[in-house]
């Protein structure tokens, strides 16, 4: 079995269950909560998952005095944190390092970790830290953008630097609580879900942490950011659902009025949004029109109620009817 990528120290805590102590992180069942430790200081619980090579993690604590624990860190890493739960900021600090980093409730970081120790300091109250190990090639699953915002971060596993390096810390409110509350109910089921499941709901969280990432470097205004958002979500739900995707709908999402959002998707991409989504809809629709599926099942699934109503926007989108469409792609001989 493979070595775990980190592991609590164990040294002068006082454990609930002697059996943790022989068993690593792998062998515990996915989804588990269980009590790692107790003692006047502090509880500790673990919830753990691994699939392929994804780690995901989630660990309360119940601190009682000011405290630090030590993670054991085996090889050169990259994790995607968030601080979700607590009042006070979290200390992460490596031995001969001098700096600090200061981890705010409700924010989300990117930290390199090198083969070393990295203490962790809470002051007394509750907290709730979920984290991924990212191999650096997951940055790139499932056609997500790169990720040279992160490029320090990046080259220092890249290089397998000494010293951990962190992202700026960005704000992780409701959006990435939702997205984590799907990705719960979807580990809670049994038997477990396929791991294309998962990294999908990773992948969202990514795409999510670089543009709020962006915004707090200065790279985006609040404009950009809004923008990025309306995309993001339009293109979710045509993949996701088979109801007609509303401007409007999304707007109130964003909690901006419909004409605002548009004026500023016009600004940052030079189109309406209007036209983006029906490109993203016409995509979608070849891809389902490219598998054979009778143009019936077709409309039904891109959210058409009539099938001349699908047939009517998909020739203003290709210049073809769907019909068509599949003809030249099945018989590309027959053109002209």
């Not at 499932?142 to 960005?170: E, M, N, T, W």
Request: hydrophobic fraction near 35%.
């Amino acid at each position: 079995m493979r070595t775990p990528s980190f592991r609590l120290i164990e040294e002068e805590m006082d454990f609930v269950s002697k059996s943790t102590l022989t068993k690593s992180f792998q062998q515990r069942l996915p989804g588990s909560r269980t009590r790692l430790l107790c003692h006047p200081q502090i509880c500790l619980f673990e919830e753990y998952l691994q699939t392929g090579n994804l780690e995901s993690y989630c660990y309360q604590f119940e601190v009682h005095s000011l405290t630090t624990i030590r993670f054991e860190i085996s090889s050169p890493q990259t994790h995607l944190l968030y601080h979700l739960v607590g009042h006070a900021p979290i200390h992460y600090s490596q031995p001969q390092v001098k700096e600090t980093f200061i981890f705010r409730p409700r924010h989300g970081a990117f930290l390199y970790a090198p083969e070393t120790e990295i203490r962790v300091k809470f002051e007394p109250g509750t907290y709730l830290i979920q984290g991924f190990t990212l191999p650096l090639n997951l940055l790139h699953i499932g056609g997500v953008p790169g990720f040279g915002y992160l490029s320090s971060v990046i080259a220092a596993h890249k290089g397998k630097l000494a010293q951990y390096r962190v992202s700026l810390d960005f704000a992780a409110l409701e959006q990435t609580r939702q997205l984590f509350a799907e990705l719960t109910r979807e580990l809670s089921k049994k038997p477990l879900i396929p791991k294309s499941i998962i990294l999908h709901k990773i992948q969202d969280l990514l795409l999510l942490s670089k543009n709020k990432l962006l915004k707090a470097q200065g790279l985006l205004s609040h404009h950009d950011y809004l923008a990025l958002q309306a995309r993001a979500l339009i293109s979710k739900r045509i993949e996701e659902t088979e109801e007609r995707i509303l401007i409007g709908d999304i707007a109130a999402t964003l909690h901006v009025a419909k004409d605002q959002l548009n004026r500023y998707h016009m600004q940052r991409y030079g189109e309406t949004l209007l036209h983006f989504r029906n490109q993203v809809l016409a995509d979608k629709a070849k891809h389902l029109l490219d598998r054979k599926m009778p143009v019936q099942l077709v409309s039904d699934f891109c959210g058409f109620g009539q099938i001349s109503s699908f047939t009517r926007f998909f020739k203003n989108e290709t210049g073809l009817s769907p019909t068509a469409y599949q003809q030249l792609t099945f018989n590309p001989k027959k053109q002209g």
